[in-house]
């Protein structure tokens, strides 16, 4: 714990001038976001009648090409995500048409969804929310408290085809449809009649294209890029913020700054993972200021070498170790796997 309490001093003492550091990025460039635009759309839309024609040679060419798709829907996603933080665009109204457009092709509601993603920003890593816009996870102490049925349930929960791929599914059929977190957001009667009209608006587009083309093929083609992108996007999110140096603190120790450089990991890919997945991976300065746009992610990295000096890089390899962590060890300031915290409280009842 001192050695932790050493290092959160030195760190807000090493960037206790972040604003100044980030303040130039954060002016959006409309013309590299037009530029994005296309580099985004037209491979999408291209892959996508590409995945049409193709049915009719292999359904396994249609789900290869289906992946690579869909990282290209991961980039209209980041497009939704920075329009939703109002940083992709320099105008307010034409970060909400794109942002609202983008939605009908992620399926994932805009305003609300942005409502949602916002508050985890500014409380993220707070013990007391931990289950908004993140990865629910257990204390260690609220693991030990629990029954032998509420551990099987959380242990079942944390198994890696639960997480990765069944609750993708139910976060794009289920959360995404009707309004949650009632108690924790504000002006939720608004938010949740936007989201309603949201997909209704996805739901008719929807049902017009499949009456044009054919509801199986269309049904096929943009449930399997929307379930490949759900995955992705999970897995981003996972190793994003469950990361063994993680920071999770109570709302009356958090710190902001802490928050993003130690809970914000920088996810190290190959450059055109990188590019396809939009600079997310650099997500401990998109903690520190949601309104860099994706474009000036990598730019302030390179330039500010003081930002990466604290963060956790987690390449790829490293990263499918991460899979293990499943606890918030309170005690010792970081994420531990189920068998850990058996050895552990093992010894403990040892020692004592």
């Given at each position: 714990m001192l050695k932790n309490n050493n290092l959160d001093t030195e760190i807000k003492e090493s960037l206790k001038n972040w604003k100044e550091i980030i303040a130039s990025y954060q002016v959006p460039d409309d013309k590299k976001a037009v530029f994005q635009l296309l580099?985004?759309?037209?491979p999408f839309?291209?892959?996508?009648?590409?995945?049409?024609?193709?049915?009719?040679?292999?359904?396994?060419?249609?789900?290869?090409l289906g992946l690579i798709n869909a990282f290209f829907m991961v980039r209209i996603f980041i497009i939704q995500h920075d329009c939703g933080h109002q940083s992709?665009?320099?105008?307010k109204k034409l970060n909400n048409i794109v942002g609202y457009v983008c939605s009908l092709f992620s399926s994932i509601p805009y305003k609300y969804w942005a409502k949602v993603h916002n508050f985890h920003h500014g409380h993220n890593g707070q013990l007391e929310v931990r289950d908004v816009g993140d990865i629910p996870t257990l204390t260690v102490a609220e693991y030990r408290e629990k029954s032998k049925w509420g551990k099987l349930g959380y242990r079942i929960w944390r198994n890696p085809i639960i997480t990765f791929i069944i609750a993708p599914a139910f976060y794009f059929i289920v959360s995404n449809r009707i309004p949650m977190f009632k108690d924790k957001l504000k002006n939720m009667k608004a938010l949740s009649k936007s989201q309603l009209r949201n997909n209704l608006l996805i739901l008719v587009l929807y049902?017009?294209?499949?009456?044009?083309?054919?509801?199986?093929?269309?049904?096929f083609i943009q449930l399997t890029l929307i379930f490949l992108f759900g995955i992705i996007a999970f897995w981003f999110f996972y190793i994003q913020h469950q990361h063994e140096t993680s920071y999770k603190q109570w709302?009356?120790?958090?710190?902001?700054?802490l928050s993003a450089i130690r809970g914000s990991s920088y996810y190290k890919l190959p450059?055109?993972?990188?590019?396809?997945?939009?600079?997310?991976?650099?997500?401990?300065?998109?903690?520190?200021?949601?309104?860099?746009?994706?474009?000036?992610?990598?730019?302030?990295?390179?330039?500010?070498?003081?930002?990466?000096?604290?963060v956790t890089t987690i390449g790829f390899w490293e990263s499918l170790k991460m899979m293990k962590y499943k606890l918030w060890d309170e005690e010792r300031c970081k994420m531990v796997s189920f068998d850990e915290y058996y050895r552990h409280e093992a010894a403990k009842k040892q020692a004592a």
């Amino acid at each position: 714990m001192l050695k932790n309490n050493n290092l959160d001093t030195e760190i807000k003492e090493s960037l206790k001038n972040w604003k100044e550091i980030i303040a130039s990025y954060q002016v959006p460039d409309d013309k590299k976001a037009v530029f994005q635009l296309l580099n985004t759309f037209l491979p999408f839309l291209a892959l996508w009648v590409l995945m049409y024609f193709s049915l009719e040679w292999s359904i396994l060419l249609t789900i290869g090409l289906g992946l690579i798709n869909a990282f290209f829907m991961v980039r209209i996603f980041i497009i939704q995500h920075d329009c939703g933080h109002q940083s992709f665009f320099k105008s307010k109204k034409l970060n909400n048409i794109v942002g609202y457009v983008c939605s009908l092709f992620s399926s994932i509601p805009y305003k609300y969804w942005a409502k949602v993603h916002n508050f985890h920003h500014g409380h993220n890593g707070q013990l007391e929310v931990r289950d908004v816009g993140d990865i629910p996870t257990l204390t260690v102490a609220e693991y030990r408290e629990k029954s032998k049925w509420g551990k099987l349930g959380y242990r079942i929960w944390r198994n890696p085809i639960i997480t990765f791929i069944i609750a993708p599914a139910f976060y794009f059929i289920v959360s995404n449809r009707i309004p949650m977190f009632k108690d924790k957001l504000k002006n939720m009667k608004a938010l949740s009649k936007s989201q309603l009209r949201n997909n209704l608006l996805i739901l008719v587009l929807y049902a017009g294209l499949a009456f044009l083309i054919g509801w199986k093929q269309f049904l096929f083609i943009q449930l399997t890029l929307i379930f490949l992108f759900g995955i992705i996007a999970f897995w981003f999110f996972y190793i994003q913020h469950q990361h063994e140096t993680s920071y999770k603190q109570w709302k009356e120790n958090w710190d902001y700054l802490l928050s993003a450089i130690r809970g914000s990991s920088y996810y190290k890919l190959p450059r055109v993972f990188q590019w396809l997945t939009g600079n997310i991976g650099i997500h401990h300065i998109h903690h520190l200021s949601s309104l860099i746009p994706n474009y000036n992610l990598e730019k302030c990295m390179r330039e500010n070498k003081i930002l990466n000096k604290y963060v956790t890089t987690i390449g790829f390899w490293e990263s499918l170790k991460m899979m293990k962590y499943k606890l918030w060890d309170e005690e010792r300031c970081k994420m531990v796997s189920f068998d850990e915290y058996y050895r552990h409280e093992a010894a403990k009842k040892q020692a004592a």
